[in-house]
């Protein structure tokens, strides 16, 4: 079935520990993403990348950082992690086909993540 | 300021009524699109519709439709024949044309609880 694929599931984690939260699509799409989710706040933005080989900073980048040396996976790394990073995580895809209009970004299950 | 504004934290909804879900946004691109994801308690995101600026016609699939008032800048969902089933986290989403990505602004959603 295709769609995204994200691991782990859930994680527990010691702050300061490094972290990579992983993310692969078989869809071929051109663009990924990554958001968190926290109550109270929805959605916000972590990192995307339109293509492979280019990444972009969304809203809250700070702590996190990415790669996207190919089209399917797109890693998401929390270098030394903090109390304030506990919150769950989407990785996320879509098409961008610029001016085609309704580029619908497809979300991946979702990783549960909680740093103490 | 915010982007997307959703000003039901909560909603009930009887089974087989109608319920409208608000969203109002926020923004000086001429070309953006709006979307609408469910989340259930399973949390996954789930695409619903999708509105561009540029639509003449309300968009609907199925039991969705969204009641588009652009001079009023608010893309209300519309969900007909309530379920079950439909209870969720409903959340509202904008891309910007000219960010050039097609990274999405959420609202903090609105959960609608549907009762027998």
């Not at chain 1, 919150?87 to 299950?109: H, I, M, N, R």
Request: hydrophobic share 30%; charged share 15%.
């Amino acid at each position: 079935i295709a769609g995204i694929t994200q691991a782990p599931t859930s994680q527990i984690l010691a702050a300061g520990r490094r972290m990579t939260l992983r993310c692969t699509q078989d869809m071929r799409h051109n663009a990924m993403y990554w958001y968190r989710q926290d109550l109270g706040l929805g959605l916000r933005l972590i990192h995307y990348s339109n293509t492979a080989g280019t990444t972009g900073k969304g809203e809250v980048p700070d702590g996190y950082s990415v790669s996207r040396a190919n089209t399917d996976d797109f890693p998401l790394t929390l270098a030394s992690a903090v109390p304030s990073q506990t919150s769950v995580y989407f990785c996320a895809s879509s098409e961008f086909l610029s001016g085609t209009g309704k580029d619908t970004q497809y979300f991946g299950p979702g990783t549960r993540l909680t740093v103490l | 300021a915010q982007k997307i504004t959703q000003t039901q934290p909560g909603m009930f909804v009887q089974e087989k009524e109608a319920v409208t879900l608000d969203c109002t946004y926020d923004t000086s691109d001429p070309s953006y699109g709006l979307f609408w994801y469910k989340q259930p308690s399973s949390g996954e995101m789930i695409f619903l519709i999708y509105q561009g600026s540029y639509d003449q016609q309300n968009a609907t699939e199925g039991r969705y439709s969204l009641n588009f008032q652009k001079a009023r800048k608010s893309a209300n969902l519309v969900i007909s024949a309530s379920q079950l089933g439909d209870s969720a986290m409903y959340f509202c989403a904008m891309r910007e044309g000219r960010t050039n990505t097609d990274k999405l602004i959420f609202g903090t959603g609105t959960r609608l609880q549907v009762f027998p």
